[in-house]
């Protein structure tokens, strides 16, 4: 899901895009108790979050929320690290019944950060895949919406023009 919001997004956005997985911070990430806890290379992809102009979040829902080691990594910034900046909230599903989750749990955790979350969220189900690829109709259409409005944010010179069709 966040790849194809990458893609999406650097066909609009003059950026460089770098993709987190939570594997990627290593095996310490449950153990830490603040970010000097990381190694090194964990605290340089942290300090790149930070460092970004705008964040593309998404999780898998497990019974209604986002999952346990993803909310560690978030506890372990500051209140004012995310402050003003530009988030796109998404989330996967084993189905539609999980989609409020996007809403009623990510949206308030990043607006206690005063992140500028986008207004339009993005749930998808697994039935929106196929061999891993987003294929579902509804579900990119809703995504590309949510990239745009990102790719709003931007100023005209780091936007990419793109011929009309």
Do not use: C
């Not at 153990?31 to 605290?43: H, N």
């Not at 910034?77 to 749990?105: C, D, F, N, Y």
């Not at 005063?114 to 993005?122: G, K, M, Q």
């Amino acid at each position: 899901l966040v790849q194809t919001a990458l893609d999406l997004a650097s066909e609009r956005v003059e950026a460089n895009f770098r993709l987190f997985e939570l594997a990627d911070f290593g095996d310490d990430l449950g153990r830490a108790r603040r970010i000097g806890d990381l190694p090194p290379e964990a605290q340089a992809k942290v300090a790149a979050l930070l460092a970004a102009d705008a964040l593309i979040v998404a999780s898998p829902i497990y019974k209604a929320s986002y999952t346990g080691l993803f909310k560690h990594l978030i506890d372990l910034l500051g209140p004012a690290s995310l402050k003003r900046k530009p988030v796109l909230i998404a989330a996967t599903g084993g189905g539609e019944k999980h989609a409020l989750a996007v809403e009623h749990q990510l949206r308030p955790l990043f607006a206690f950060f005063e992140a500028r979350v986008l207004s339009t969220a993005v749930h998808v189900s697994d039935k929106d895949f196929t061999d891993g690829a987003l294929t579902g109709e509804a579900s990119l259409a809703r995504l590309t919406g949510a990239v745009d409005e990102l790719a709003d944010i931007f100023p005209a010179h780091r936007r990419v023009l793109r011929a009309a069709e």
